[in-house]
T-cell receptor, first 114, second 112 residues
């Protein structure tokens, strides 16, 4: 079983749809992250959770709504997305939020908004 | 937003050569530094982490950190075609809420 698992791997959705991305980590970590990776742009940090509490929100549009019910699970709820939101969405986890911590990524969800 | 910069490449090296990848960062208070490898269509994979000035070696990989110059590098010895990927530099400074700020990545191509 891989350390960080994301589902689905691929998602195509219309601009009026509502969908959710799921992330699960089996590493016993306390911090989880959502990143967006668009073509030709650096990885963009979207949300950070530490022990199920959101600790950082990098000015992400409200059409992206995260949820962290426990330290092993992280969701990203999507609604009324735009075509420019098409990207690879990556979940990561680390032991803690802080110095000396290493982040490990899931396989990502390739999202296409049509 | 604090910045992490890398040459986008592509950096081409012959098989068996040393590949040198460079990264500079703007936040002098950065504390932790990481190198990730990302194959096309895949997610980033952690290769090395370094926290103190100097060199850190792991197999064919050596990370070098110079905090005074705000510079971190990754050397890959005996480069193989399987090393062809994009290498991402990441910097962490949680004192300022900068959790894992990533550079744009350098694309490395190892030619057989």
């Amino acid at each position: 079983e891989t350390g960080v698992t994301q589902t689905p791997r691929h998602l195509v959705m219309g601009m009026t749809n509502k969908k959710s991305l799921k992330c699960e980590q089996h590493l016993g970590h306390n911090a989880m992250y959502w990143y967006k990776q668009s073509a030709k742009k650096p990885l963009e940090l979207m949300f950070v959770y530490s022990l199920e509490e959101r600790v950082e929100n990098n000015s992400v549009p409200s059409r992206f709504s995260p949820e962290c019910p426990n330290s092993s699970h992280l969701f990203l709820h999507l609604h009324t997305l735009q075509p420019e939101d098409s990207a690879l969405y990556l979940c990561a986890s680390s032991q803690v939020v802080g110095r000396g911590t290493e982040a490990f990524f899931g396989q990502g969800t390739r999202l296409t908004v049509v | 937003q604090k910045e992490v910069e890398q040459n986008s490449g592509p950096l081409s090296v012959p098989e068996g050569a040393i590949a040198s990848l460079n990264c500079t960062y703007s936040d002098r208070g950065s504390q932790s530094f990481f190198w990730y490898r990302q194959y096309s269509g895949k997610s980033p994979e952690l290769i090395m982490s370094i926290y103190s000035n100097g060199d850190k070696e792991d197999g064919r990989f050596t990370a070098q950190l110079n905090k005074a110059s705000q510079y971190v590098s990754l050397l890959i010895r005996d480069s193989q075609p399987s090393d062809s990927a994009t290498y991402l530099c990441a910097v962490n400074n949680v004192n300022y809420g900068q959790n894992f700020v990533f550079g744009p990545g350098t694309r490395l191509s190892v030619l057989p």
